[in-house]
């Protein structure tokens, strides 16, 4: 059977698409709905649904958490939400890679000065640590008065950047606490 020159593109094109077989598939013409849709039911059956915000941009966009037990299967953009509608960008459709990637760091590591090597540490030392040096640069760069005589109770030599989903408790209470210690650089990538 001679193919048109549109009807060659159409196949091969669909046949780049979500696996060469399939994609063909579709592109002549077999509707591949009832099979998605049976394999998306079977993925979450018996899964709890929790609502969740993507952790990247400030967009916010609402996504669905499928689990089974303890164990995330699955995630994906809210159809209820009027943010998103229930799409995702390619960052937040990777969501999923985020959890369970096997090279996600999942201990507290900390590299001394000098060293070629990363150890583990608990991360109660880790927090003592942080808190120990934002507390020594903060008295070994503060800054009460300007050099004209101005108040400004500051430090430059400690900056915070901080998360677009963080929620506006969180950033009520972190904008305090830097403020307070005198830090000037805040930035957060939610102030667009």
């Known amino acids: 059977m001679p193919l048109s020159r549109r009807e060659f593109l159409r196949v091969t094109a669909a046949g780049l698409g979500p696996g060469t077989a399939l994609g063909s598939l579709a592109g002549l013409g077999a509707s591949l709905t009832p099979a998605t849709a049976r394999a998306q039911q079977l993925r979450i059956k ?27 299967v699955n995630i994906e953009g809210d159809l209820r939400s009027p943010h998103n509608q229930g799409t995702l960008c390619p ?3 990777a969501i999923y890679q985020l959890h369970k990637n096997p090279n996600r760091a999942t201990k507290v590591l900390h590299r001394k000065p000098g060293a070629t090597k990363w150890d583990e ?27 004209n005589g101005r108040l400004a109770n500051q430090t430059t030599a400690i ?6 989903t963080l929620d506006n408790e969180w950033n009520h209470l972190q904008q305090k606490l830097l403020r307070g210690l005198g830090i000037v650089g805040i930035e957060n990538q939610a102030r667009i």
């Open 46 to 72: 018996d899964a709890k649904a929790t609502p969740s915000v993507c952790p990247y941009c400030a967009v916010g966009c609402a996504t669905i958490v499928h689990t089974v037990g303890n164990e995330i």
């Open 91 to 93: 960052k937040g459709a």
């Open 121 to 147: 540490v608990e991360l109660d030392w880790a927090m003592d640590r942080v808190a120990e040096l934002v507390k020594k640069t903060r008295d070994e760069t503060f800054v009460e008065r300007l050099e």
């Open 159 to 164: 900056l915070a950047v901080g998360g677009a």
